[in-house]
């Protein structure tokens, strides 16, 4: 009986640990464009460490000003590079665990069932498309990284006089992609990731790479990161395992990318 103690006692200490590893959660805090890569990637990574990841998706924007505030993220994903400096500046994020991880393409989308295929970039190739009422629906463009983005192309391409008056703002760029999709505007400037999770609209345009800065996402350990759990996810997702669930998406993974690197 004696000798069954030691090994009771190892089996339960074993127990414990397995318990307390499968009990822990990692929170993440990431851009709305990377809703359908991450919800695959964290169940995968659930599956292989035991660690649930419970994800939360808005514009990169609001969710940089919640960490501010003392939101309890432990990673963070942003949809640029702007907002992931913004918490660098305030010392909100581990500076040695940022990379830049993700790249994306600016499309223009329409409904599944437009008669458009192919949109000409100029005032009146949006403006055939659009009528005289349409509006064209994107992210808000002074703090929403797809609007930012948006803007930078128009302004670049010589359209924003004509079409600035005439956008639809929503709050992230699922919101303007939903809006597209549901057909309450005939016209949407998304990520091609965000185009590819929704058959209810279509791809009729492709930014030139050259008419707004590079789509970059950054991801980052934030500073009040509770254990190990987001440093594991987020060297899951830098890894050939990680790679396909963003590659299905849409996205291109940025292999160059190393920790603190801002490209």
Partial sequence: MQ???P???TIGLLLGLQQARAAETTTVFAAASLKNALDDAGK??????GIT??????ASSVLARQIEQGAPADLFGSADLEWMDYLAAR???RSESRVNLLG????VIAPKDAATREIAFTADGFAKVL???GRLATGEVSSVPIGKYAKAAFEKLGLWSALGPRLAQADNVRAALALVSRGEAPLGVVYESDAKSDPAVKVIGVFPADSHPPVVYPFAVTMDAKGQGAARFLEFLRSAEGKPFFEAQGFSVIEAGKPGVTQ
């Fill in 104 to 107: 994306n393409r600016l499309v």
């Fill in 91 to 93: 010392r909100l994020i």
């Fill in 53 to 58: 990841v419970r994800a939360s998706y808005a």
């Fill in 3 to 5: 000798k069954l103690v």
């Fill in 7 to 9: 090994a009771l006692c």
């Fill in 131 to 133: 009528g005289p009422d």
């Fill in 44 to 49: 995968a990574f659930t599956a292989k460490t």
